[in-house]
Each structure stands twice: as C-alpha cells, then as structure tokens.
C-alpha cells in the first residue's frame, strides 16, 4: 500500500526557517517526482514546488511566491523528500501536503505550519 | 503564466442530481490535468486522471472529459458522501496550477 506522511510542522516567528520531511512507502520511492503543496486556513490548494526523479536530473521548480526562500530536495536511499522553508511570513501559514509524482496521485494527511509572532 | 479557470466556485445540489464542473486553461495542456475532491479536514483525493481515466476505485458516477483548454468532471447522480470541494489541477507546464475550486453543498 503506497503511503506518504509529512513531519516537522510547527509554530515559527517571521523570519524563521523550517524543514518539513515527507516519508513514502509501499513503492520505488526513487522512481517518482515528489511534489510539495499548501492551503491556507480557509483557502484553496496551491502548488509549492517539486523535484524530479534522479534519472531526470533531480531538477526542481518552485511556485513564484516561493522561489529563492524554499527549496526541495531528496534521498531515496531513505525514500524521504525534504521542504526547507526560509524567511518565513505569515503569509506562508498553512497546512502542507507532500505528494508522489508529476500527475500527483498519492498525498499525505498534510501537516500545520504556522508562522506568527 | 498558466491559468485554470473553475466554474462555479460553488453550486446547491440534491441527492440524485447531475452535477458538471467546469476548468477551462489559458493554455492548451493537451490532457494534463487532474480532478480531486477535498472534504474538510482531509487530504485531496484523486479521482480522475489524464482528463477522462477514473483512478481506480473511485465510483463510476465521476467522470471526465475534455482536451487542450476545455475539460469537464461530471458527477452523474449526486451521493450524501459527495457533498465536497472540487479541484482540476494542471501538470503540463513547469508550474503546476489549480482551479478555484467548487464547492458542492446540499440544496
């Protein structure tokens, strides 16, 4: 059964940085584009970014209200993809959601990032 | 950029109605697009894929239509377990993008 789940939400200041981890099981982790979501309280979903698989060069992209402060990246030896968020704003306060593949098929439950002061 | 226009953003159905949504791209996307339901508190669902193909065990009342910029999810007899928000998501260009949503309550 393919599973995702997502850790290392909390409560950070303005400013503050915070690395999510997304762990995939019941599959080839290193054979899937990994894709990373968000949806603020009340709001709907948007894209944050992904990476592509190793055999597509590992390249990521990132939504333009992101770009330069987050940053994707991947073990699959440990089938764990990584959202490092930096200079937080409140703006980014949201639920976080990992996805698997380019056509996102599987998701996680989603974890809580809140960013306030 | 890309953008996916859905309509409406939010619709009153009853139990057994036909209900069809709509997303419509700025761009064509060929069938690089996805539907997925969102109930509160809860994960996206996938229920469709490639525009037209159900993922698998999905019910059969959902379905999907449309290529390039015109793309359609139809619930053909609405269920109580329906009553959700509804999101296309497109895949085809570096950026992914979704839909507004809409939202499904009961009339």
């Known amino acids: 059964e393919v599973q995702m789940e997502e850790s290392g939400g909390g409560l950070v200041q303005p400013g503050g940085s915070l690395r999510l981890s997304c762990t995939g099981s019941?599959?080839?982790?290193?054979?899937?584009?990994m894709n990373w979501f968000r949806q603020a309280p009340g709001k709907g979903l948007e894209w944050v970014g992904f990476?592509?698989?190793?055999?597509?060069?590992?390249?990521?992209e990132y939504a333009a209200s992101v770009r330069g402060r987050f940053s994707v990246s991947r073990d699959d030896s440990a089938t764990i993809a990584h959202l490092q968020m930096n200079s937080l704003k409140t703006e980014d306060t949201a639920v976080y959601y990992c996805a698997r593949d380019e056509a996102p098929d599987y998701w996680g439950q989603g974890v809580l990032v809140t960013v306030s002061s | 950029d890309m953008q996916m226009t859905q309509s409406p953003s939010s619709l009153s159905a009853s139990v057994g109605d036909r209900v069809t949504i709509t997303c419509r791209a700025s761009q064509d996307i060929r069938n690089d697009l996805g539907w997925y339901q969102q109930k509160p508190g809860k994960a996206p669902k996938r229920l469709i894929y490639g525009a037209s193909t159900l993922q698998g065990g999905v019910p059969s009342r959902f379905s999907g239509s449309g290529y390039g910029t015109e793309f359609t999810l139809t619930i053909s007899s609405l269920q109580p377990e329906d009553f959700a928000t509804y999101y296309c998501?497109?895949?085809?260009?570096?950026?992914?993008?979704f839909g507004g949503g809409t939202k499904v309550e009961i009339k």
């Open positions: 019941g599959f080839t982790f290193g054979d899937y584009a």
């Open positions: 990476i592509r698989r190793k055999a597509y060069g590992g390249t990521t």
């Open positions: 998501l497109q895949h085809n260009a570096y950026v992914l993008t």
